[in-house]
Every structure is written in C-alpha cells, then in structure tokens.
C-alpha cells in the first residue's frame, strides 16, 4: 500500500523511541513505568501533583496506535509545564494556571505495542488506508473491518487497534490483557474524579458517552461535554453530538467503572484526524491545537466542579461516600 510521503513537523514527535526520549526530559512531572504490555514495552504514568485535596484528572491517550494526536497533545502539556512552552515554543497560560490547582495523572501511551506498529501519523491519507492501519489484514490478504480482537498469528498484518496478543482495549470486554491490568491498578491507586480518553476519528469532535454510567457520573459527563462544546465552537472547532456507547464493556470503559466508585466522570473525546476526503481534514497544527483546548477545558471543568468528600472502605473494593459531586 503507497502511503503519501509527507514530512511531518520536526516536534511531532510520535514514534515509540521518540516518546520514551521525549518522557526522559522530563524533571518537573514524576514519571513511573506502571507495568508492561503485551509486547514488553513499558507503559508510562506521567503525574504532576499539587495537593492530596485536589481534584485527580487522569487523561489516557494512545489507546489505538494509529491514534497520535492525543499522545502528541500530551506530550506538549508536559512540555508547557516543565519550560512553559509546548513544543512549537508556544505559550498555554490557561493550562499553566489550573494545573497547580489539580493533580494531573497523564498516560500518554496506554498500547505502546501498536504505537511501535503504525505510522507516526496519518495526515494526508485516506479513509481506506487509515482503516487498513488501524484494522489489519486477514490472511487472505483482504482489510479486516472494526470489531474485536484477532490472533496475531492468523493474520498478515495486525492493526492498530490491538496490542501484540490481539487484545482492543475498547472492545474486548472478556480478555484480561497486560495492559488492563496496569490501567486498573492506576485507578485503583490515583482515585481519579475525572477519567478522560483521548481517540480521533475523520468526522467532527466529539463525545462517546457511556450509556451505562450511573446517573450522576452521566449528568457530569454531559455537563463537561456541553463545556468543552461551547468552548470548542466559538474557537472554530466543527462539534457534532454526543454519541452513546451502549453496552459495551472494555479495558477502559471497565476503568470508568472502578472509578466510578469514587464518583469519576467518564469521558471519551474523540478528536479529528487529518484524514483525506473528510469535510476538514487536519494538518498537525490543528489536530494538537484542538487536543489542547479538548484538554484545557476538561481541567477547567475538573477544577471548577464541587467535589464531595470520598473515604475508602477499609477492605475489599473501594467505595465513595459522603456527597455526591456537584456541579459549580
């Protein structure tokens, strides 16, 4: 398959050798290997804390190896916190400013297995040959369609949906992979108030939202959802509606679970790609620009929120007491 041979700007730094040198740099945020993949590879939580008070936003990107520009958007958070500029030596006073006021917990690469597969990007591609990335293919020598996961050794090329033992963390809900079980573990320790995923699409930005989540964590979803909307909106950015996801249950959305015993909001953004033939493909400019402001406005939402107290069972699985969270 001939894939455009486009340069990408020297700061898109997205290839798996590149992310572990770029997390190396840094000082400020504490970075903790948590486990290994399927492959072998580390998985990275990189955290910049400011009281035990303060809310936990815990924001994973990576989950899908075809998928940069949230691991890309994270990368420059880290990068605006630790010299004050993200890597195209641009200013984010706004994110400067509410992350003392939150404890941050950031996986910029939760499925490095598929991020060492894949392509660094897919700007200027199009639908079939992100699908063919993202998908694999069969052993007939035919793209295989989304679904769940495969056996690496039945296939010729296996996507970027999957770690290296098959395993799609957005949809397989039976599987017990590395991976999941790092992620849970994190959970289980951080307490986030607030679980965010990063993924991207060809359409517009939007949210998934989990049908399942009990009421309140709905309602805070929709509350942050109609924010970052607003914002995205009056910033030029293409919004279309929330999306439910209903009645699956998978590595990650099974973490919004967990968390949500401790009254964690659950969000999936799904941001725009630079996929050719969609209405606005993106360049690397606008795809990390509209991460960002997907990000800054989830902080302002984590921070602004009333949070009620939450204790800790003193056995077995946690549970949140006391309020419910409010909203501001």
């Not at 990408?8 to 590149?18: N, Q, R, V, Y």
């Not at 998978?250 to 050719?276: C, H, K, M, S, W």
């Not at 033939?277 to 302002?300: K, Q, W």
């Amino acid at each position: 398959m001939a894939i455009p041979q486009i340069t990408p700007p020297e700061w898109w730094t997205t290839e798996w050798e590149k992310v572990e040198e770029v997390l190396g740099m840094f000082s400020r945020g504490t970075l903790v290997e948590e486990g290994r993949s399927a492959g072998n590879l580390p998985i990275y939580s990189l955290t910049y804390s400011s009281k035990p008070t303060n809310p936990t936003l815990l924001v994973i990107a990576g989950v899908h190896g075809h998928e940069t520009g949230g691991l890309m958007a994270l990368l420059a958070v880290a990068t605006v916190l630790e010299v004050g500029v993200d890597p195209r030596e641009k200013r984010y006073p706004e994110i400067e400013r509410l992350v003392p006021a939150l404890n941050l917990v950031m996986v910029p690469c939760f499925n490095p297995d598929a991020r060492r597969r894949c392509p660094p990007f897919v700007v200027g591609m199009t639908k079939e040959q992100v699908e063919r990335i993202a998908y694999g293919v069969g052993a007939d020598g035919q793209p295989l369609q989304y679904g769940a996961g495969c056996d690496p050794e039945q296939v010729q090329e296996l996507g970027g949906l999957y770690d290296d033992e098959g395993f799609n963390p957005v949809w397989d809900s039976e599987l017990v992979s590395a991976s999941n079980e790092v992620l849970v573990r994190l959970v289980k320790f951080c307490k986030p108030h607030v679980i965010l995923e990063l993924h991207e699409r060809a359409g517009a930005h939007c949210f998934m939202t989990y049908e399942f989540a009990p009421p309140q964590a709905k309602m805070l979803a929709q509350h942050f959802s109609q924010h970052v909307r607003s914002f995205m909106e009056n910033e030029g950015w293409p919004f279309a509606d929330d999306e439910p996801l209903t009645g699956i249950f998978n590595a990650t959305t099974n973490l919004d679970v967990i968390a949500q015993q401790y009254g964690a909001v659950p969000l999936r953004f799904e941001g725009r790609a630079g996929i050719l033939g969609s209405r606005r493909p993106y360049g690397f400019h606008e795809i990390l620009e509209s991460n960002l402001s997907a990000i800054t406005c989830v902080m302002d939402c984590t921070v602004s929120t009333v949070w009620g107290p939450r204790e800790e069972e003193e056995e077995g699985e946690p549970e949140a007491e006391g309020e419910e969270p409010e909203q501001a």
